[in-house]
């Protein structure tokens, strides 16, 4: 099996900042592109940043220059730093990561983490 962990949400007022962390781990072959999404209650999922396996990053417009994807192969990890926070940044933010786990391993297939909430405060 394979499983994404996040963390790093929590409170914060407008302007400030937050770490998201997203650690994948299992029967893991390769993974190529992790990313970031957000959900707000009754909207679409949208893509917040993503970063492939060349540390070559996207990102929403909505974030540019403030928001920091990236990386660590090693530990199979992925990293949102957001600066200046702005109260339109709450959601839920998922990670996810296109994975060839050992039990499929000539197919890359969709992993989701659990969601981590991001509150900003006016």
């Known amino acids: 099996q394979v499983q994404l962990v996040e963390s790093g949400g929590g409170l914060v007022q407008a302007g400030g900042s937050l770490r998201l962390s997203c650690a994948a781990s299992?029967?893991?072959?390769?993974?190529?592109?992790m990313g970031w999404y957000r959900q707000v209650l009754g909207k679409q999922r949208e893509l917040v940043a993503a970063?492939?396996?060349?540390?070559?990053?996207n990102y929403a417009d909505s974030v540019k220059g403030r928001f920091t994807i990236s990386r660590d192969n090693v530990k199979n990890t992925v990293y949102l730093q957001m600066n200046n926070l702005k109260p339109d940044d709450t959601a839920v933010y998922y990670c996810?990561?296109?994975?060839?786990?050992?039990?499929?391993?000539?197919?890359?297939?969709?992993?989701w983490g659990q969601g981590t909430q991001v509150t900003v405060s006016s």
């Open positions: 996810k990561a296109d994975i060839r786990p050992y039990y499929s391993p000539n197919y890359y297939l969709d992993y």
């Open positions: 299992g029967s893991i072959l390769s993974i190529n592109v």
């Open positions: 970063v492939t396996s060349g540390g070559n990053p």
